[in-house]
């Protein structure tokens, strides 16, 4: 099975764009009404808008799984601009073999996919991990069954 999110990750500049036209028109409304009384709601409105730009800068980012054939490849890059500059790009290619665990982490807005890699020779294990919080809950559901079928045939040929 092959899957990504390259859908979803076409409106990221657009969000951008939102949260940079919201954050302008935030302060021309509070420097037109010339009362900075206010300096403690502008501020938090400050540290609301930077919060904001920084889970979109680490959180939404472009994912792609190929499972076909005999290898498993993972990639990670950003959302933003990835087509021109290549930021923060994470790659993993290995054998389905290698795979020995996978976990999927929900935190609140954030989900992580961690995969445990398992080396034949030195018998050592190896966490990756990928941000697929871009990623749509029907495409998290196929990629756990594909992942859980991957690691019931690795269970099967070993008996």
Known sequence: ???????????????????LV?????????FSLHNFLFTDWFTSI???????FMYCYFNL?????????????????????SEYWNYKNKKAEFPKQKLDNFKIKNYFFIKILELQICSKTTKRRRAIQF?????????IGYL????????????FEAN
């Open 1 to 19: 099975m092959r899957f990504n999110n390259l859908k979803l990750t076409q409106y990221v500049p657009v969000i951008y764009f939102l949260i």
């Open 22 to 30: 919201s954050y302008i028109a935030v302060c021309i409304l509070y």
């Open 46 to 52: 400050n540290l609301f808008f930077l919060l904001l």
């Open 61 to 81: 980012k472009y994912f792609e799984y190929d499972g076909l054939g005999a290898t498993l490849s993972f990639t990670n890059r950003g959302g933003f601009l």
């Open 131 to 139: 941000n697929i919080s871009f990623l749509s809950k029907k495409k």
């Open 144 to 155: 756990q069954n594909e992942l859980h079928r991957i690691l019931e045939n690795k269970t």
